[in-house]
Every structure is written in C-alpha cells, then in structure tokens.
C-alpha cells in the first residue's frame, strides 16, 4: 500500500512540475499550411507570469522530401507578453508545385526572457506540419486509402492516397491479436511499412488519428491479401 501511495504522489509532484514549466499555449496540435493560401496564421500564448522569448522552427522528417527549406517563418523570434498571444506566420514559397500532401515538424522553443531569471529552463514543444496541395480535396478518413499484404512473415502497409494518413504506431494483427509496432505515427502518401509478423494474419486493426493527432473513437479493421 506504501508503495503504492508513493508511486501516486511521485507522478503527482511530475504532473506538478510539467504544469509549472508548460510556459505557452498552442493554438492546435498540428500546424496546416494550405498551399493555395498566401500564409498560415497561428497563434502562441504566454501562460505564465513573465515574458517569454519564443523560437519557432521547420524541420524535415527521416526519409521525407526535403522542404523545411522552402517555408519562411515570421518572426522566428519573438518576444510574447504574460498572458497574451502572438502570431507566427507560416509561408510556402512560390513556385513549389505540390502534387500530395507533405508531413513536416515544427518545434516551438520558450525560455523565460526576464532579467532576474537567466538561467531558466528552455520549454520546448514539437508538433506536426501537414502541407496540402492547393486543389486536393481533403478526405477526413484518409486512412480507408491504407492497405495491408502478406508476403511468408512479412506484413506490409500502404497509403494508396495522396493525402497522409495519421494512424497509432500500433497495429493489432488478427486473428493472434498480437500486437506490432510501424514506428511512427503517420503514413506519407504512397508509403509502405513493413512489418514481421507470426502466422497468418487475416485483419489488422490500428487506430486512426484525426487530421490534428488526436485519437478517434473507432478503430480501423482492413482485410490482408497474400501475396506468393
């Protein structure tokens, strides 16, 4: 029982110290940059008591198309108020002719821009960049596009769509309900993972995410083909 009260209080005192150092608020968990729009718009907020000195910065991901280069972020730097929001601007150069949707990070770095405090801890927060074509129609269940083949103990998953598709990095393979991982959270337009599995596997069922990362209610199921 002591050891439980222990372990209940060390996670308490953890929630209380995050708490204490979430120094700004986000406007969404996923930054959306329409390529037909001339910028995005998104708003930081300074939750806590004194300024704060906000860096922004776009980041390719392992195996993406190199295109943090091509977005220009205004300001990247910039000084936020207590209790008030700034907006950072977001803007694809021209001439980037985009032909499916592209998968990005964007990390947000505060630190505390008082004088009497120098040497606090910078508060760093990553999210996800989604970059859409200027005419693609947006799918809000992208992850029907997604497909699954068996090949001997090899087990392959593909988005077959040009948009990219959010999903848990855990998939259930069924009937064995075992459970594997893809190692990442998103599948880009026309990625394949692939996976080893035990036996046959019938269906896989993973978890789709919303647009935004947020998890949705009901799982997917799809049927798996094997391929000799």
Do not use: C, H
């Not at 390529?35 to 300024?51: D, S």
């Amino acid at each position: 029982m002591k050891k439980i009260i222990s372990t209940i209080t060390l996670f308490l005192i953890v929630l209380a110290s995050f708490s204490a150092k979430a120094s700004f608020q986000l406007e969404t968990m996923t930054v959306i940059l329409d390529a037909g729009e001339t910028r995005k718009v998104f708003n930081v907020k300074n939750t806590t008591k004194e300024p704060i000195l906000l860096s922004t910065k776009v980041s390719d991901l392992d195996g993406s198309k190199p295109m943090a280069k091509d977005i220009m972020v205004s300001p990247p730097i910039i000084r936020i108020e207590p209790n008030e929001s700034q907006q950072i601007n977001f803007v694809l150069k021209q001439g980037i002719d985009l032909k499916q949707e592209e998968i990005l990070k964007v990390s947000f770095q505060g630190v505390g821009a008082s004088k009497k405090n120098s040497a606090k801890m910078p508060i760093r927060q990553d999210i996800a960049m989604l970059i859409s074509p200027a005419n693609l129609s947006v799918n809000q269940k992208p992850w029907d596009n997604v497909s699954a083949s068996q090949k001997n103990n090899e087990l392959t998953l593909q988005n077959k769509s040009d948009q990219v598709v959010r999903l848990s990095p855990s998939v259930t393979a069924l009937p064995s309900e075992e459970v594997y991982s893809i190692g990442q959270f998103y599948l880009r337009p026309n990625e394949s993972k692939t996976i080893e599995v035990k036996g046959t596997v019938q269906e896989v069922t993973f978890s789709p995410l919303s647009r935004y990362g947020f998890k949705l209610a009901e799982n997917k199921t799809i049927k798996v083909s094997m391929n000799k």
